[in-house]
Every structure is written in C-alpha cells, then in structure tokens.
C-alpha cells in the first residue's frame, strides 16, 4: 500500500478528517439529526471539492480523499480499515482465502537483492529446486536490482498455468542458473500440520481461521482417529484469529449441540448474534490441550476462552493477547471496501477479553490498557474463576522462551539464515527432522563460519556503563573510578567473546530448526521444534495423568489459573 500523501496543510487535513468522522456516523451508525449530519456532509464535499481544484500544488483526489478516511478511522481502533481498489486482493488473501496464483516463496529484500526466503513444499518454486537464500537477479528477462517487495511479489504471482521464468544466483554456484516454472494455484492451508505425538496423542497445528478452516480441522481429527487417540493438543500458537464462524465450527468438533460459543454484542442491535453449536459434535470426551502465547488473537481466543469457560479443555502456555473486538467488511463505490469494528465477543461465562480501550483514551490520546481494578472475575461451567479484560489467562502458565542478545544478534543479521544456506548447499540429506540435530563439532564449524562475520552487539551491562561514564564525566567524578570503570568494561567484553559457547544450546536449537527447514520446508521446521517444545511437554503431560486433567478443569489440585485482578501479572505475563 502507497502511504505517500501530498503536501497539503494539516489544517485542511483536519477539516477533511472532522468532515469524515460525520460522513462515517451517517454512512454506519444510527442517527437522530439528520439535518446536522447533512448540513456536514455538504460542508465535507464542498471542502474537499475547493481544496482539489484550488489548492496551490496538484493534489491527486484519490490520494487527498483517502488520506482524510485513514485520518478518520485512525481515531477508532486499529482493526476499523478503508480498502480501496487497488489493495483488494491483498485483503482477500490476508483475511479471507487462502489462494493465490504462484509459484509458492516468499521473498526478503536484503542491501537491494532479492533473496528466496521460503520455498511451499510441492509446489512450482520447489519442485523446480528453488532454494531458500538463492537470489533472484531476473523475473522474466526483468533485472530486480533495487526492486520493493510488493513489485518483486506482484511479478511472482498471476494466472494460473501462466509461465514465470526466473535467473537466480545460488552462493555455492558462480554461474547464474535458469529456471522455468509453471504457476499454479498456490493454496495455504490454515492446517499446516497435524500427526502423531508420543503416547497417541494427536497434534494439529491451526495458523489461521481463514475460510474453511473449521473444515480442515475436521478433517484432520477425523484422519487422527485412525490411530486410537488417547488425547489432542490443538496449537493456537501465533494464531492471529480471522473468521469468527470458523471458530464456532471448531468448538462444535468438541462441545455437544445447542451450546453458546460466543456472544457477539454491537451498539447496533442487528450485530448483537449468539453463535450456538449446532450439530452432534466429533469427539465430546477426548482429553483437550489448547496451546496459546501472547500472539494468540481473536478467534484463537474465541477457541481457547469458550472451550476453558465449558471446561473442555484445559489451556497451556502464555496470557493471549487480547482482542475481543468482532469486525465486517461494507462494500463501497467503486469496488472498495471499509473493514469496521461493530462489536466486541464474549464467551460462554460472559467476559470479553479486550485488552486495549480505544473509545476511554487518556489525556494524550494514547490507547490503555484495561485497568487492573476494572478486570472482572466470572466462573465457568463448574464454578472455575476466569477473568476480562486481558486475554485469556491460561490454566497451565508455561514461562515464555526470550532469547539471548547474542541469538537474536546472529538471527537479526542473517547469520543463521545464510549458514543454513551453506549447510543445505553443502549437505545432500540429513536424517529425519524430527530427530535433526548438530554434532558439537557441526556446532564448532558454525562458530569459525562467525570468525569474519560482525555480529558486535551491546548488552544491557553495557548501555548501563555507558550511562555510568557519562554521568560522572558530567560529575566530574570519571578520573576517581576510571580504573574501576576500564576493569568492569574488561570483564564485560570477555564474557561476551564466550557467548557463543556459553548459549550455545539455544544457539544451536535455531540453527537447527533453520536447515531442517531447508530439506523438509515447513513440516520439517515444526516437527524439528518438537524436541524442544515445553509446552506440548506440558500438554502430554496434562493428557497422561487424567487425575490431574480432572483436577484442572475442576479447579482442584496443583494447577490453578494464573492470575487474578489487581495482581501484578509481571511475572507472568507474555506481552
């Protein structure tokens, strides 16, 4: 999307955004003055029309108007969005379907290259041996020296069965190299996996709620229960939600008929629903784990929150992140689109679990948090307490995994990307994802691969002695400490040169978990993950020992749900 805007004066741009805040309330909301709402919607258009044609610098309409919408709708929520025309496409594929025509990668634009990020297992970019970290010179005969990614992406995709020819530089080749493909109809899946875990238990991982996705999950239960399943870990992890309908569907796989889901209440009365179960569901009693984190959203929230309050599930990982806002697309003129936000959900016990209050903004403008002394504590089907305003708490809290800076300083500069490029190039096969780890001496050559490579970075030691040394520089105090202050920087840098071996194992783990990517795509980078997964730990923990699965969903026992109002949830907190 261009978010260039031309140079007219914030002054007007006031005026366009008041005149369009009373465009909008007429256009979607209810109204008592209808003279008031007309007298401001002449005085919009007439302002908009003089400053078009009069304005000392050539505005483009299309541009002056939209900028007084974005200006608007800025001032509601970040989920309430104008799309006009041109971006339409982009808006189905982001919150609608699942389909596109392509050769199936993604890209990354690094120092002004064009390098090959991700390739979906069998489709065109894989099956013609396009590989992660391969750079794409041309597209079609066209050179992509300082090309964006919207243009490299849009050459990518069209019709399918179309032809896309493509010249690429591979680090381990001096010779460019050619390649053909085919486009086809690129489909991802909102399932990107589902299998077997230790013990019968079945695992499906659900990335999305786009359409069909309650279809999907079906049909990966029903392709699980081949194996006499003794439980399920659904995985809403970075799930950031999509169709609330979906939702509905997969609650209804695991709660009986005629149940409320969720409650969706709108100002406008025709947007108040009640979402009820409605047909016999597929598994009533099978053991339930839903893993979440503080990227968990809407209607992974809308899963978890109705599934804990009917004491179905028991829920693993981290606080989720609190979007208990519901939103519906209104066709406009002219083939466009306004996404608004017409009411907020709250599940079965009767708690919404919005985190952040736009409508109550504090003095500066700036959006809060619901207020400690305002979340409010319900009970679920058997009594358990759950509570609003921030997320859904989970039964099991599993402390969140933070990387060192020294991780995320080799990820942020690619270090571990293109090392994973060099190992596939390098390295033929490598044995089964699931079971892919380095050696210590694979290990050892990952660290001399470093020996050339920048990778300085500072530590919070660090931009605490600095602000040390200015503040008695200032106090004219540095010449009393300075050997003190030399020693303490001394030690400082020697611990940082034996990082790479002091996080070493998670170090390792990413490095891993990036070339098993490379020889088994998106399968490989989850089921590699699995060896290091606290909370499916957890989750087959929970399944295994029925006692305390009884226990938690009654709210007895060891397990409690964290967290409570007017506690300080620092400790426990994700986001």
């Known amino acids: 999307m261009n978010n260039t805007r031309q140079p007219f004066s914030k002054g007007v741009k006031r005026g366009i955004t008041a005149a369009s805040v009373l465009f909008s309330i007429l256009s979607f909301a209810f109204v008592e003055d ?11 258009a007439s302002v908009y029309k003089d400053i078009t044609l009069n304005y000392v610098d050539e505005i483009n ?3 002056a108007m939209k900028s007084g919408i974005d200006a ?5 929520d970040p989920y309430t969005e104008y799309i006009p025309e041109s971006d339409i496409e982009n808006y189905k594929l982001k919150y609608v379907s699942t389909q596109y025509g392509g050769v199936g990668s993604s890209i990354i634009i690094r120092e002004g290259k064009v390098i090959i990020s991700e390739t979906f297992s069998g489709f065109p970019a894989q099956k013609a041996d396009v590989r992660s970290g391969d750079e794409i010179l041309e597209i079609n005969n066209v050179s992509m020296k300082n090309k964006g990614s919207e243009q490299v992406s849009q050459m990518l995709k069209g019709p399918k069965s179309t032809p896309v020819n493509l010249l690429i530089r591979r680090p381990s080749i001096k010779q460019a190299i050619e390649k053909k493909l085919i486009r086809e ?8 996996y589902y299998g077997m875990l230790d013990n019968n238990v079945g695992y499906i991982k659900l990335d999305k709620f786009l359409e069909n996705s309650g279809q999907e999950v079906r049909d990966a239960l029903l392709n699980l229960r081949k194996n006499n399943l003794n439980g399920l870990v659904l995985d809403l992890r970075f799930n950031g939600g999509g169709i609330l309908q979906e939702a509905v569907k997969i609650v209804n796989l695991f709660v009986e008929k005629d149940l409320t889901v969720v409650l969706q209440k709108g100002r406008n009365k025709e947007k108040s629903i009640n ?10 009693t099978l053991p339930l784990v839903i893993l979440v984190n503080n990227r968990s959203a809407s209607a992974s929230e809308i899963v978890a929150g109705s599934l804990q309050d009917l004491d179905r599930a028991v829920v693993i990982g981290q606080r989720s992140f609190g979007k208990g806002l519901v939103q519906q697309t209104f066709n406009l003129p002219y083939n466009s689109l306004v996404k608004i936000t017409v009411a907020k959900y709250y599940t079965p016990s009767g708690r919404c679990i919005q985190a952040l209050d736009y409508t109550h903004r504090d003095s500066e403008g700036s959006v809060v948090k619901v207020a400690d002394s305002l979340i409010t504590q319900y009970k679920t089907r058997t009594g358990r307490f759950v509570y609003d305003g921030s997320g859904i708490y989970p039964d099991v809290f599993v402390k969140p995994l933070k990387y060192n800076l020294i991780t995320q300083t080799l990820a942020n500069k690619f ?3 293109d090392y994973a490029t060099k190992y596939r190039n390098e390295n033929e096969t490598i044995k089964d994802a699931v079971k892919f780890k380095l050696t210590d001496t694979e290990y050892l050559k990952f660290i001399n691969y470093l020996s050339d490579k920048d990778y300085d970075y500072k530590t919070k030691t660090e931009r605490l002695m600095a602000e040390l040394k200015e503040e008695a520089t200032r106090e004219n105090k540095i010449s009393e400490i300075k050997s003190e ?8 840098g020697y611990s940082k040169k034996n990082d790479l071996t002091q996080f070493k194992d998670e170090i390792r783990k990413v490095l891993e978990n990036e070339i098993a990517s490379r020889y088994y795509f998106e399968k490989g980078r989850i089921e590699q993950a699995f060896q290091y997964d606290v909370e499916m730990r957890e989750g087959l ?9 009884s226990s938690i969903l009654k709210g007895e026992g060891t397990y409690k749900t964290i967290g409570k109002p007017g506690v300080d949830f620092s400790a426990n907190a994700a986001d």
Not at 72 to 76: D, G, I, V
Not at 278 to 283: A, Q
Not at 485 to 492: C, R
């Open 485 to 492: 202050y030399e020693a303490l920087i001394s030690k400082v």
């Open 415 to 417: 270090y571990i990307f």
């Open 275 to 284: 979402y009820k179960t409605f047909e016999t569901p597929l598994e009533p």
């Open 541 to 549: 923990k929970v399944i295994a020992d029925r006692t305390v699965l």
């Open 34 to 44: 209808l003279f008031q709402v007309s007298k401001n919607l002449d005085i919009f």
């Open 61 to 63: 309409p299309s541009e």
């Open 72 to 76: 608007m709708l800025e001032e509601l």
């Open 185 to 192: 109809e690129i489909k991802q899946n909102n399932v990107s």
